[in-house]
T-cell receptor
Framework: DAGVTQTPRHEVAEKGQTIILKCEPV?????LFWYRQTKIQGLELLSY????????DGGAFKDRFKAEMLNSSFSTLKIQPTEPKDSAVYLC?????????FGPGTRLTVL | GQQVQQSPASLVLQEGENAELQCNFS?????MQWFYQRPGGSLVSLFY???GTKHSGRLTSTTVIKERRSSLHISSSQTTDSGTYLC????????????FGLGTTLQVQP
């Protein structure tokens, strides 16, 4: 079985650009999560879908971060406009009611 | 304050030594999960352990809900065990969301 896949693995953006990160969850999983990981803050939840419905829209991340799940096998995270403080690793995870499995992540650098 | 606290923050071992990593939480729990992360790598699930004790090779996870703690025991450590170990809990209510600790960074020296 394929695990969680994420593309691209690395992204470099100029400040103010729009970037879109992609995630494909494990087939059959009904929960999908987007996290951001930095050395200082650790792992922070950005968005959370259950059966394609948005359950959490990111709180403090709402204004420039938008996650969508157009079908059960594909999700995107859009950051618009990017700022240097958005430089981090963005992780996608999926689960079937319990244990979460993570993708390889996208390392974003905003100049 | 931090709902999930891990200790120690970092640990250095000689190969062959054992390690005990702790995770304490201040909220009621629905499930507990332990992850391993190599530098620059993603999170690999080690244990999904809502309660009791589970074993996997040289690793043992024990979660005691009443005492609001979980531990990860590594026996006969190897240099390939080096990396960061993260615990995460799902709070009561079956929300599906995990709250992560900041991790324990382990370095095993030959």
């Amino acid at each position: 079985d394929a695990g969680v896949t994420q593309t691209p693995r690395h992204e470099v953006a100029e400040k103010g650009q729009t970037i879109i990160l992609k995630c494909e969850p494990v087939s059959g999983h009904n929960d999908l999560f987007w996290y951001r990981q930095t050395k200082i803050q650790g792992l922070e939840l950005l968005s959370y879908f259950r059966s394609k419905s948005l359950m959490e829209d990111g709180g403090a991340f709402k204004d420039r971060f938008k996650a969508e799940m157009l079908n059960s096998s594909f999700s995107t995270l859009k950051i618009q406009p990017t700022e240097p403080k958005d430089s981090a690793v963005y992780l996608c995870a999926s689960s079937f009611f319990a244990e979460q499995f993570f993708g390889p992540g996208t390392r974003l650098t905003v100049l | 304050g931090q709902q999930v606290q891990q200790s120690p923050a970092s640990l250095v071992l000689q190969e062959g030594e054992n390690a005990e990593l702790q995770c304490n939480f201040s909220t009621s729990l629905n499930s507990m999960q332990w992850f391993y992360q190599r530098p620059g790598g993603s999170l690999v699930s080690l244990f999904y352990n809502p309660s009791g004790t589970k074993h996997s090779g040289r690793l043992t996870s024990t979660t005691v809900i009443k005492e609001r703690r979980s531990s990860l025991h590594i026996s006969s450590s190897q240099t390939t065990d080096s990396g960061t170990y993260l615990c995460a809990l799902e709070g009561a209510g079956n929300t599906g969301k995990l709250i992560f600790g900041l991790g324990t960074t382990l370095q095993v020296q030959p």
